[in-house]
């Protein structure tokens, strides 16, 4: 990638995808759209509960007019809103369960002048809200119908990806193979095109550490005793592991969790011959020199060093350069997606919605996610050196700048199939929490467990799209499509995540 298509990452858009309408318009995912007779069903649903005589209020309009009248019909896949017929075409909304954060109540029928009903909040940062007649328990069918379905007691017994049957021409289990994406970067189990990197099935049962695959990359002189005695030294057991390779400059992209320091300042002289043997494996680099990027901001780090954790430093990790790229956790995350939420459904004119978006602090998280991962890609780009990047846990932020790193340095994960690949082996095989994060069954909104970490990596991709103009208008549709896909619970890829 040129320097000038680098520079022009840093420019960013006030439209990410879940905000590019205007307050006249609703996501396309939701969008209302002609349609006529009784909902069509999918493959495997079946309707659980249905309402009639009830008005949707859409919260991107100020105009009384706009608030529509209709039946409501709740799946074990989805709501749907289907408006009466009136002097225009009729429409419809559906809402996926699983995109629902939560429902709240509003109003009673004593005291209905704010209306009386529902709001349903989106994982998406979508609000929408039903009205009811003011009578006795009008709201209660719906209100609980929703309720069991969106927060169920077992969640594996609920989940509509299990009852999908819908037949593809493709088979997506067969997209992605560990072994072949290694051996399409030039490693395998023989060692490879360049005898520097090795496949290793140290993991192959999950004892050594159960959030990774069970097919791993590792340097060719590490064998598993080493490989134990670094476990034992990283977060959750998560050491230092090949995510990208380039077989022509040696470059390579690796990923693990913080090192378990603590206050004593611990060392692991197997986690320092570790991280050797990484560097080892790049001959061609200029300055023969690890960069490790630490996603978090230093003090982050330093907190982390009480509860056991910590950083490398240069005194005990030879050859390496330690960068903070100053990201912040999940919880600053999911306080800007509900600040985001006023953004998508407040009724406000343009110069209030703006300001609302900065004061989100939405795009601010964007930009230092996009400016870490192209930190990543400049220094192996630029001086041939490799990079390790990690988080605490390396699950969240590590699988954010490791994706956008090899987005940028790499043209296979710029294509559908490429991307595809890309997301689950750096999200779904090395156990990002799509469960946790999402809140997929969870009945608390506010879970400090949940966070938009994969929404922003999407966002982030499409900022990508859009301004470098590196990908074809298909990228982009894919990104919404697995934006909404995590959420929806209608394939298996995402309920579980780890």
């Known amino acids: 990638m040129s320097a000038d298509s680098s520079e022009r990452i840093l420019t960013y858009r006030t439209s990410p995808p879940l905000l590019r309408r205007s307050h006249r318009h609703i996501h396309e995912s939701m969008r209302m759209k002609p349609q006529e007779g009784t909902p069509p069903l999918l493959s495997g649903e079946h309707t659980l509960y249905t309402d009639q005589e009830v008005t949707f209020c859409d919260p991107l309009q100020c105009h009384s007019e706009l608030f529509l009248k209709g039946n409501i019909y709740i799946t074990n896949y ?31 029928v004593k005291y209905s002048l704010s209306g009386y009903g529902f709001q349903i909040i989106c994982k998406d940062a979508r609000t929408i ?31 509509f990806a299990f009852e999908f049957k819908a037949q593809f021409p493709v088979d997506g289990w067969m997209v992605y193979n560990a072994e072949d994406e290694y051996r399409r970067m030039g490693v395998s189990s023989e060692g490879g ?17 159960d959030t990774y695959p069970s097919v791993l990359a590792v340097p060719m002189e590490c064998d598993n005793r080493l490989i134990d005695a670094v476990c034992k030294f990283r977060s959750k057991g998560r050491f230092p592991v090949l995510s990208w390779f380039n077989p022509h400059s040696e470059c390579s992209i690796t990923r693990s969790s913080q090192p378990l320091c603590g206050l004593l300042n611990r060392r692991c002289p197997e986690d320092e011959a570790y991280i050797q043997n990484i560097i080892h494996t790049n001959r061609n680099s200029t300055m023969a020199m690890l960069h490790i990027f630490d996603a978090r901001p ?21 050859n390496t350069e330690l960068n903070f790229l100053d990201i912040e956790n999940i919880h600053k995350m999911r306080e800007s997606l509900f600040k985001l939420q006023d953004v998508c459904s407040l009724c406000v004119d343009d110069k209030q919605r703006f300001a609302l978006l900065q004061n989100s602090q939405w795009l601010h998280h964007i930009k230092a996610v996009l400016t870490g991962a192209q930190r990543i890609a400049d220094v192996i780009n630029q001086t041939n050196s490799s990079a ?23 043209p296979f994960y710029r294509t559908i199939i490429g991307f595809e690949v890309l997301v689950e082996k750096e ?22 467990q949940r966070a938009p970490i994969f929404l922003q990596f999407i966002d982030c991709v499409w900022q990508m799209c859009v301004q470098v103009r590196m990908a074809n208008c298909h990228l982009q549709l894919l990104c919404i499509l ?11 890829y995402f309920p579980y995540g780890q």
């Open 78 to 108: 989805r709501m749907v809103f289907k408006a009466a017929t009136t002097e225009r075409a009729p429409y419809s909304l559906t809402i996926p369960l699983g995109a629902i954060s939560c429902v709240e109540n509003f109003g009673s």
């Open 129 to 159: 809200k039903f009205a009811f007649k003011s009578e006795p328990h009008r709201r209660r069918g719906a209100f609980e119908a929703l309720k069991m379905m969106v927060s169920p007691a077992d969640i594996q017994g609920n989940v």
């Open 193 to 209: 095109v360049r005898g520097l990197w090795n496949l290793s099935f140290v993991n192959k049962y999950y004892e050594r550490c």
């Open 298 to 318: 230093k003090l982050n780090a330093m907190a982390n060093i009480p509860m056991g954790g910590g950083y490398e430093t240069k005194d005990q990790y030879a």
């Open 388 to 410: 390790l990047i990690h988080c605490s846990d390396g699950w969240d932020r590590t699988s954010q700048l490791s994706s956008l790193a090899q987005v940028l340095l790499n």
């Open 427 to 448: 999200w779904i095989s090395f156990g990002h929490k799509f469960d946790k994060r999402t809140g997929h069954g969870g009945s608390a909104h506010g879970d400090e």
């Open 482 to 492: 697995m934006c909404n896909a995590s959420k929806q619970l209608c394939f298996r």
